[in-house]
Structures are given as structure tokens and as C-alpha cells.
């Protein structure tokens, strides 16, 4: 028998002790689609590469992280990691996982939501309207303790307890 060897990214440019910007900024006049394309071409070249589903997720990870730090939307980064599932499976099939397990271990989640921020501030006078929608967004994958965390920076001093109880029971 043989033993397969086992091939990992190395990236040089994290071994420097000064950050590195090289992914766009989404804050700035850069189109959105291309800057979601530049996400599935690293996604093709870490998936063309590792021959290790921990080490793509962990790939996915740095990269999904550093993008969410940049202006990217976590919803957007599911979406656009699960077209590159499905126009790539040829190339991640030797991972034998399912998209969504895929997007649970690989992506990175914001330190708080941005979208959960702008509808709270929608609903501003009557939170009990969000329980609905965040409920929805925490089946997708949302992360919960970063939900909360959001709703409390959109209702800074406001007493939110009822509603986070209301979505811990669900």
C-alpha cells in the first residue's frame, strides 16, 4: 500500500507582523459581484489544492474572515459558497460533505450583523416585530450569540430581554 500524501496551503504573506490587503474593500465604488467572484476563485484554487476537508474549512475560514472584516455580507458568503458547491462539485467531492456542512464548518462568522442592525433599527419602537424574521435567519445558520449581541447594539440601553428569550425557546 501506499501512503497518500497530504498537501496544505502555505501562505507566506501570514507569516509578516503587519497586515496585508489583498481583497477588496466593499466600502469603496468596487462593483459587488466581481468582489464575490475573487471569494470563488480562492475557493477553487484551496478546494484544487487541499485533499483535507479540515484544511479547506480552515482556508475558508482565514478568508471568509478577513472579508467580513472588509465589508462583506455573511449571507452573501453563503450564497456565493454555495454556487461555487455546485459549479465545482468535480473538484470537492473527494471531501464527502454536504454544502451545508461545508458552509457550518467553513465560514467564518461576523463579529455582528450588519443586516440584523439595519432591520432592527426598521423596527426600532416595536422589537417583538423581529422575532420572525431572526428566527429565520438562525435556522439558516446564523450564529446565535452574535444575533444577540447585534440586537443589543441596535437597542442600546433598550431592555430587549423578552425577545432574546422568546428566541432562545424557539
Avoid at 466593499?26 to 475573487?38: A, E, K, N, R, T
Avoid at 484544511?55 to 475558508?60: G, P, Q, V
Amino acid at each position: 500500500m501506499f501512503d497518500e500524501k497530504v498537501c496544505t496551503i502555505y501562505d507566506k504573506r501570514n507569516d509578516f507582523s503587519f497586515p496585508i490587503v489583498n481583497y477588496p474593500f466593499l466600502d469603496g465604488d468596487v462593483p459587488l459581484s466581481p468582489s464575490y467572484g475573487v471569494y470563488i476563485s480562492q475557493l477553487v484554487r484551496f478546494a484544487r489544492v487541499c485533499n483535507n476537508v479540515l484544511d479547506f474549512n480552515e482556508r475558508n475560514l482565514c478568508i471568509t474572515e478577513k472579508l467580513l472584516h472588509q465589508g462583506f455580507r455573511y449571507h452573501k458568503l453563503v450564497k456565493t459558497f454555495t454556487k461555487f458547491y455546485h459549479r465545482y462539485k468535480d473538484i470537492i467531492r473527494k471531501y464527502s460533505s454536504t454544502c451545508r456542512l461545508l458552509i457550518r464548518s467553513g465560514i467564518s462568522h461576523p463579529i455582528f450583523y450588519g443586516n440584523i442592525l439595519y432591520k432592527a433599527q426598521r423596527c426600532q419602537y416595536s422589537p417583538q416585530k423581529l422575532t420572525k424574521p431572526l428566527n429565520r435567519l438562525i435556522k439558516k445558520g446564523y450564529n446565535y450569540d452574535t444575533v444577540v449581541k447585534s440586537l443589543k447594539i441596535a437597542y442600546f440601553g433598550v431592555n430587549i430581554e423578552s425577545l432574546i428569550r422568546s428566541l432562545h425557546r424557539n
